[in-house]
């Protein structure tokens, strides 16, 4: 259930898009261009985007360069959530995060079961917070992107959406770096 509280401002959020993929092109690129449209149309900045071939390396060093870009406040890819052998998303993911977000993986399988059925265990998808940023992992088909995005983040990424959401918690993101300062 989706509620939104019109007597508080929108606040937006910069948006990095990053899609993980060894044939796609800027140009063929549909559920990076889906995702990207999502953002911008929801009244979110989009700060980047880009493709990346499947590599867990690489995908983790394009991810340490938008954590620690001020600028970003959000990095959410596409493609490489699957259990292939190229599928290499989620172990990217787990170089860099701090802590994971199990319920945003679960939900979103909840929700893709209901249209895909149990084709939905397929998916790795995941999120989680590292040094003060939001990353999301979503699987490569623009049906998943627009899930993911419509009964998902576009809430969680909306100040006003109540009772609680991601965007509030900003703030309190590195509270444990001030501890330990």
Known sequence: ????????????????????????TLDNDTS??????????????LAAREIEKDDAESIAVILNRWIDDPA?????????TGITGRDVTPEAF??????T?????ELFRMLSYQKIGTS??????IG??????????LPGSTGAVKDAWDDILV???????????????????????????
């Open 101 to 105: 977000i199990e319920g945003f993986g």
């Open 155 to 181: 809430w969680q990424l909306d100040n006003r959406h109540r009772p609680c959401n991601l965007v509030e918690l900003m703030p309190r993101l590195q509270e444990h770096l001030k501890a330990a300062s």
């Open 1 to 24: 259930m989706s509620r939104i509280d019109e007597s508080r401002p929108f606040l937006p959020v910069s948006i990095a898009v990053l899609t993980v993929s060894d044939t796609r």
């Open 94 to 99: 787990s170089r860099v995060l701090e802590k």
């Open 72 to 80: 970003i406040d959000v990095v959410i890819t596409t493609g490489g």
């Open 120 to 125: 939905t265990m397929q998916s790795r998808a």
């Open 32 to 45: 990076g261009a889906t995702l990207a449209a999502r953002v911008t149309g929801a009244g979110h900045r």
């Open 128 to 137: 989680g917070v590292s040094r003060g940023t939001y990353l999301f992992a």
